[in-house]
T-cell receptor, first 116, second 113 residues
Framework: GAGVSQTPSNKVTEKGKYVELRCDPI?????LYWYRQSLGQGPEFLIY????????DSGLPNDRFFAVRPEGSVSTLKIQRTERGDSAVYLC??????????????FGQGTRLTVV | GQQLNQSPQSMFIQEGEDVSMNCTSSSIFNTWLWYKQDPGEGPVLLIA?????ELTSNGRLTAQFGTTRKDSFLNISASIPSDVGIYFC?????????????FGTGTRLKVLA
């Protein structure tokens, strides 16, 4: 597609439930990033994929968070046993050239997750 | 998580004025990116910088990659009401093996007509 697409745009879930957030990167982009943005803050890095593999997952806050990218394109961020503190906007970005040095990351519009 | 320091945190300016903001890090970065974010939207890329000392313009926006590689600057000339929003810097650390971007805390710009 023309840009990074994220679905759903909004998700409300009950505490303790499982959620999946989807990201469709720009066609041909091999690097994909997930960020979390809390109100009034800058985006915070979660995980970065090069192709199908997670090249850097150092930002995942705990083992309730997991992300996959099985075919090197679409990615899904999975959150188990959601907590109210997980409420935030989850942003996805993609970049070309394997996400190496001297590349630019383009963002989707984000998924606003609210845990009640 | 780690975030870069941006200054100022917020600013109110009159339409037509020039704006300056900066971003600093305690470590060296390979790449600096500047984004603008409107409410309810994802960040939109404005300018990308790849070399120390580099000066790049995009219309009324000019950004510079600091010579120490630990800072970057963004200037907006002759501001207009649609410049309102939050501006974020993002840097790619020089640490080998990872190409993640670390974001700044943001500068909130409000333009008074």
């Amino acid at each position: 597609g023309a840009g990074v697409s994220q679905t759903p745009s909004n998700k409300v879930t009950e505490k303790g439930k499982y959620v999946e957030l989807r990201c469709d990167p720009i066609s041909g982009h091999t690097a994909l990033y997930w960020y979390r943005q809390s109100l009034g803050q800058g985006p915070e890095f979660l995980i970065y994929f090069q192709g199908t593999g997670a090249a850097d997952d150092s930002g995942l806050p705990n083992d309730r968070f997991f992300a996959v990218r099985p075919e090197g394109s679409v990615s899904t961020l999975k959150i188990q046993r959601t907590e109210r503190g997980d409420s935030a906007v989850y942003l996805c970005a993609s970049s070309s050239l394997g996400g190496g040095v001297d590349t630019e990351a383009f963002f989707g519009q984000g998924t606003r997750l609210t845990v009640v | 998580g780690q975030q870069l320091n941006q200054s100022p945190q917020s600013m109110f300016i009159q339409e037509g004025e020039d704006v300056s903001m900066n971003c600093t890090s305690s470590s060296i970065f390979n790449t600096w990116l500047w984004y603008k974010q409107d409410p309810g939207e994802g960040p939109v890329l404005l300018i990308a910088l790849y070399k120390a000392g580099e000066l790049t313009s995009n219309g009324r926006l000019t950004a510079q990659f600091g010579t120490t590689r630990k800072d970057s600057f963004l200037n907006i000339s002759a501001s207009i009401p649609s410049d309102v929003g939050i501006y974020f810097c993002a840097g790619q650390p020089s640490t080998s093996g990872t190409y993640k971007y670390i974001f700044g805390t943001g500068t909130r710009l409000k333009v008074l007509a």
